[in-house]
């Protein structure tokens, strides 16, 4: 039988990389060597073929990783931050890396939701295959954290990143392309979910691209399906972030008119796909981002990216987020609970006895009421007929 | 592996169905007599009373042993007996005499007259091929008239010609459909003797019709007879008033020889009794089915005419007769025309009255027997009108005969109707019924060959296959019954396919004279179906079928208002496992990849999710059903009701309402007239199907989408598997010929109820959820052919179907 662990690879072998960094980074090679046997190779166990040496060492890797994780978690359980699990972050080098108005200006932007106290940033990446969600996150990162590769789907498996920064922990979370074949992959989403639980997403970033000039059904499944997983709350806490916004828009168009155009052709698409009523839709305001990933992008005087328009893209989007986060209701903590979505099977359990009763007093009384008039004003034949005589006058 | 299969046939010998029987030509006549015993019921005495000297006479009549023999068993022919009776029963003289005698004396004088009558010889030839030559002819010379007392006692002559000539008219009347000729038992054709031909004439003068009646015998070229009745038809004054008397069960008026040598003083007084004996018997006798309708059209019939002839008088026992049996009243005859010669005719008829009903066993040989039955069984199945008091209806008997069919106890049924020598005009309703054996059983076997590899049958391909049946009927004579079968496709391996059934069925359970019927059975059960649910939408890859095993009990009450329309109420109790393709039990359903891997992430297939769920649930039915046909076509409506109730017992406690209401309109389009061999009406049908479920809902259990009986032009499943489920079917039938055509328009939805299922069957394997489709049909015996589009691709296709849709 073959099992589907084999797509793993790809982002496993990011997850590799990231991991093994970050054992590196805090000496998890001691932790590994503390590792006993049994314990991967039980591990190995779970898995049909693991039999591809690179793939135990990526088990032993993950083993290794889930230990530090375990031991960390423990230690946050006693301090009370149990549900930060995941913030074994290093240092956010990356942010060196951008030009110094960026740096201060992200800076800023931390030190204000630093404010308002919030010390954890968790962004989650969705969007279908192709359209630079792992490019965005690189280049928010400011590190090549996700592989990106051009024509090639990166397999199913979700990463996360955290990075730390004065004292402020920046998680983002990866996710591969929810569509397959023209349909939306529920497997990618099943996986999707399973990664997400008992993490507390802060923000969603929706990434479409800003070339993509037609919108079907499957934009319309894939934001129904994202819905379907966080409720449509999510939307309080989202953005549509459209990459390629470094084009020349077709003939006579501007390019401001063609982003607005594009940007509505997709939130009516959110609108739709999530059934947000028209109503609910005044009270949620989704923004739109637009975002450059490709190394040609246009910079300033800074050294900062630019779009067409001049806007600096990288703290505009960070400053949108965290406006998002700011003023955008609560986080959403993804738990089993809302894995499962609600379940339709205790749905209106309770109303059965009322149902029943109407059933029972409306249903089958009518239609034993009219049974007995269909036996009362059957049309017999005449022979059946009560016998009717005639006498002479 | 013995075989004892008693095959039962069921024969239905309702009299009327019967072949006309033979006769042998001697009791031809008296035969015919019978059966025409109507005609003869007017036996006008002329002798005695010539029309002036008899005023309010009842003029007589018949006597009680032909009134008997004419209404009972022989009754059967009156309507069948079309072959004239010379014919069938000439047969049975040799032929080889015939043809000589022909030859020797016919060859005299046809010999001579053959020159000029060639052609005619010719066609005698030929007739005498084909019957047979077994006439005579006559020997004397052509075209004289001949005395009957100067026939041959010994010949057997043919008769080509038969003429009445109405002497008071002067007019000769040959059509043989004249009402005339069915007082003639002879026939054109026939071959009779002299003595025949000299009853007959009996028969013509006593029968009342006639005043004075002659026969001539005229004879033919060929050697054939030619027949001349000359008559004076009985005429009474004439009549504008009508009445219709029903004197079943009336003992006879008894004709009172009059003294020839009363004087003129006593004959007043013996008229004014017999009026007087007549009045009373007015009186006393009741009122008729007879329609006001049909009497005003005699009385019209009366009015216009001016004197009341003997052939008036038989128009309108035609007519009332008509009428009679028309209305199934079989048994109903008209025996006697009285109160002529005043200004009312008086019309006596014997409708029929059942004076007793009889039922009876026969054992296999046809002897009576002791019958296994309870009576009252046989009793609730007889429709009110073949009870003592009512009057016999044919129809009444069919029903009967169905009814009591739909038993399923006896081998053979008669209904038959046969004259109560004890009451005149009475009759007593016998049933006869066969018994089927109590027990029966029965073992079959087969051969399955499978194909092994190379497609080439092996030695260990071979699978003894069989069922055993058994049947255990009418226990206790209540028609209570066990029925059991057992069936495997593999002796060798029973446990890997053993489907099985035992039912018990109790009927009658509020005692078998409580007109309330209501039936209990209980059956134990096992089955095995492929599940729609997990079925792929289009597009998708063979899909792993999941098969779904039902072993169960179930116990439920059936109480029947109508033939059709009946609410059931009952308990399931069952388990159910999944099973993929290897028989193994499993748990999801599965999806192949693009990969060509397979997704084992489906939707969870039980409740339970272990792929085995136990429950007992609660099950109603209720179905109002008003539909009948309209000559072949079926016009009413249907509406249904049906109900699951999980009660919270059983794998994870389910508790469950889930419902469907199917509504189902067969609106007729246009009136017709009915009968057999008439067109049916055109009909629309108008079908709605809601289904929904709250609560714990198993795939299972889901409804299904697409597929013959749902969405035509998918595949069962094709569309998606949901909650609630709502389709709606406009369908048009025309007649074209003996079957009809049809076009039909449909769609299904899931309401938006797919989500609702665990597991979310319908998305996960990329089904749409709703559809609609297009099509025309025919319906070809049991198959129906049509030729669906399908909105969704937009493709058609076409498809054979067993059955019906709705």
């Known amino acids: ?393 | 592996m013995a075989c004892s299969a008693p095959r039962q046939v069921l024969s239905f010998a309702l009299c009327s169905a019967a072949p006309p029987r033979r006769r042998s030509p001697s009791d031809a006549v008296s035969a015919v007599h019978i059966s025409d015993l109507s005609e003869s019921h007017f036996q006008i005495s002329k002798s005695n009373h010539s029309p002036k000297s008899s005023r309010n006479k009842a003029l007589l009549l018949y006597t009680a042993t032909l009134s008997a023999a004419a209404v009972g068993s022989e009754f059967l022919f009156h309507f069948s007996s079309t072959l004239p009776p010379g014919n069938t029963g000439s047969g049975g003289s040799g032929g080889g005499g015939g043809g000589n005698g022909w030859g020797g004396s016919g060859g005299d004088g046809g010999g001579y007259w053959s020159r000029f009558f060639s052609p005619f010889m010719a066609h005698a030839q030929e007739e005498r091929a084909d019957s047979g030559a077994v006439w005579d002819s006559h020997g004397l010379p052509a075209n004289i008239v001949v005395q009957l007392n100067r026939l041959s006692g010994l010949k057997r002559y043919k008769i080509s010609e038969i003429i009445f000539f109405d002497r008071r008219r002067n007019s000769t009347l040959s059509n043989a459909s004249n009402s005339l000729f069915e007082m003639v038992s002879l026939r054109i054709g026939g071959i009779y003797t002299k003595a025949q031909i000299q009853a007959e004439l009996e028969t013509l003068a006593s029968c009342g019709m006639f005043e004075k009646v002659d026969l001539e015998v005229k004879t033919m070229p060929d050697g054939t007879l030619s027949l001349v009745i000359s008559f004076i038809e009985s005429t009474w004054q004439s009549a504008d008033c009508f009445r219709c008397i029903n004197v079943g069960l009336m003992p006879q008026t008894k004709q009172m020889e009059m003294d020839p040598d009363l004087t003129d003083r006593e004959k007043l007084a013996y008229y004014k009794s017999m009026e007087r004996d007549y009045r009373r018997r007015i009186d006393r006798s009741r009122s008729c089915l007879l329609p006001h309708s049909v009497r005003k059209e005699v009385t019209t019939m009366l009015r216009s005419q001016g004197k009341v002839s003997a052939r008036m008088l038989q128009k309108i026992r035609d007519k009332v007769q008509r009428w009679y049996h028309d209305q199934g009243y079989a048994c109903a005859q008209v025996v006697n025309f009285g109160n002529l010669n005043t200004r009312e005719v008086v019309c006596e008829v014997v409708e029929g009255d059942i004076t007793q009903l009889s039922i009876q066993f026969q054992d296999k040989l046809g002897n009576i027997c002791e019958g296994n039955t309870e009576l009252p069984v046989i009793h609730r199945e007889l429709p009110k009108q073949l009870w003592p008091g009512s009057i016999f209806n044919i129809e009444a008997g069919k029903q009967a005969l169905r009814n009591i069919n739909s038993l399923a106890l006896f081998s053979n049924i008669e209904v038959n109707p046969r004259p109560d020598e004890k009451s005149e005009g009475g009759i007593i309703v016998e049933i006869k019924l066969k018994e089927l054996d109590q027990k029966s059983a029965e073992v079959s076997t087969e051969w399955n060959i499978v194909p092994g590899r190379q497609g080439r049958p092996t030695l260990a391909s071979i699978q003894p296959g069989g069922s055993v049946t058994f049947e255990h009927r009418n226990i206790k004579g209540l028609n209570r019954s066990i029925v059991g079968s057992v069936t495997s496709s593999n002796l060798l391996n029973p446990q890997d396919d053993l489907s099985f059934k035992f039912e018990y069925v109790h009927p009658y359970i509020d005692g078998v004279t409580d007109p309330r019927n209501r039936t209990f059975r209980a059956s134990c059960f096992n089955s095995r179906k492929m599940s729609p649910v997990f079925t792929g939408g289009p597009g998708v890859d063979e899909v792993p079928p999941i098969w779904i095993d039902r072993v169960g009990f179930k116990a439920n009450i059936t109480e029947s208002f109508t033939r059709q329309s009946k609410f059931t109420y009952g308990l399931v109790v069952e388990e159910i496992t999944t099973r993929d393709e290897t028989s193994s039990i499993c748990t999801h359903g599965a999806r192949p990849l693009p990969t060509g891997g397979l997704s084992m992430e489906g939707p969870p297939t039980t409740l339970s999710g272990t792929g085995i769920d136990r429950l007992a649930f609660a099950q109603a039915n209720i179905t109002r059903d008003n539909t009948k046909f309209v000559n072949g076509a079926i016009v009413g409506e249907r509406n249904m009701f049906q109900l699951d109730q999980g009660l919270g017992i059983g794998s994870n406690f389910p508790f469950f309402n889930r419902h469907q209401l199917t509504v189902t309109r067969f609106i007729q389009l246009k009136g017709v007239e009915e009968g057999i061999g008439k067109p049916p009406p055109p009909v629309l049908v108008l079908h709605g199907h809601y289904g929904g479920c709250v609560g714990d809902l198993p795939s299972y259990d889901a409804f299904t989408l697409g597929g013959p009986y749902s969405v035509r032009g998918y595949n069962m499943g094709e569309l998606g598997a949901c909650r609630n489920i709502l389709e709606v079917t406009a369908e048009l039938r025309v007649p074209v010929r003996s079957t009809h055509l049809y076009a039909f328009v449909e769609h299904g939805n899931d309401l938006g109820s797919s989500k609702d299922v665990k597991g979310n069957p319908t998305k996960f394997f990329r089904r749409i959820g709703h559809g609609s489709s297009y099509g025309v049909g025919a319906k070809l015996g049991l198959v129906r052919m049509e030729y669906a589009v399908d909105n969704n691709s937009g493709t058609g296709a076409l498809f054979f179907r067993f059955g019906e849709r709705f």
């Not at chain 1, 992200?106 to 030190?111: C, F």
């Not at chain 1, 630093?114 to 010390?119: A, H, I, L």
């Not at chain 1, 802060?202 to 129904?224: E, F, P, S, W």
């Not at chain 1, 501007?254 to 028209?278: H, M």
């Open chain 1, 1 to 393: 039988m073959k099992f589907t662990v084999g797509h793993l690879i790809n982002k496993g072998g990011t997850l590799r990389w990231a991991s093994s960094l970050a054992n590196r980074a805090r000496g998890g090679f001691r932790l590994h060597r503390l590792i006993p046997v049994p314990i991967a190779t039980t591990a190995s166990f779970l898995l049909p073929h693991p039999s591809a040496t690179w793939k135990r060492f990526f088990f032993l890797r993950l083993v290794s990783w889930l230990c530090l994780f375990n031991f960390l978690t423990e230690k946050m359980a006693v301090l009370g931050f149990v549900h930060m699990a995941f913030q074994a972050a290093r240092e956010w080098h990356g942010i060196q890396q951008f030009p110094a108005a960026t740096q201060t200006k992200l800076i800023e932007l931390l030190a204000k939701l630093k404010q308002e106290n919030v010390s954890t940033l968790t962004i989650l990446v969705m969007g279908k295959g192709g359209v630079g969600k792992s490019s965005t996150v690189n280049s928010i990162l400011g590190e090549r954290v996700a592989t990106v590769s051009a024509f090639q789907s990166e397999g199913l498996r979700p990463i996360i990143c955290s990075r730390a920064r004065a004292g402020f922990i920046l998680n983002i979370i990866d996710t591969p392309g929810i569509v397959e074949g023209g349909y939306v992959n529920e497997q990618a989403i099943g996986i999707i979910k399973r990664f997400l639980l008992n993490k507390t997403i802060d923000v969603l970033l929706y990434v479409d691209r800003l070339d993509a000039y037609r919108m079907d059904t499957l934009d319309k499944q894939v934001l129904n399906d994202i819905t379907g997983i966080f409720g449509k709350r999510i939307w309080n806490r989202a953005l549509v972030v459209l990459t390629h916004a470094q084009l020349s828009p077709p003939d006579g168009l501007n390019y401001d008119d063609f982003v607005e155009r594009r940007s509505q052709a997709l939130l009516k698409y959110v609108r739709l796909g999530a059934r947000i009523t028209k109503l609910e839709y005044q009270k949620i305001d989704i923004p739109v981002v637009l975002v450059e990933n490709s190394g040609r992008c246009k910079t300033n005087n800074n050294g900062e990216k630019i779009l067409p328009n001049g806007v600096a893209w990288i703290p505009s989007l960070v400053e949108t987020i965290i406006n998002v986060v700011i003023s955008g209701g609560e986080s959403i903590r993804v738990d089993q609970k809302l894995i499962d979505g609600p379940n339709p099977n205790n749905r209106g359990k309770l109303f059965i006895p009322l149902i029943l009763a109407f059933q029972y007093f409306f249903l089958v009384k009518s239609i034993q009421r009219a049974i007995r008039n269909d036996v009362m004003n059957e049309n017999k034949p005449l022979w059946e007929r009560p016998v009717e005589r005639f006498d002479d006058e």
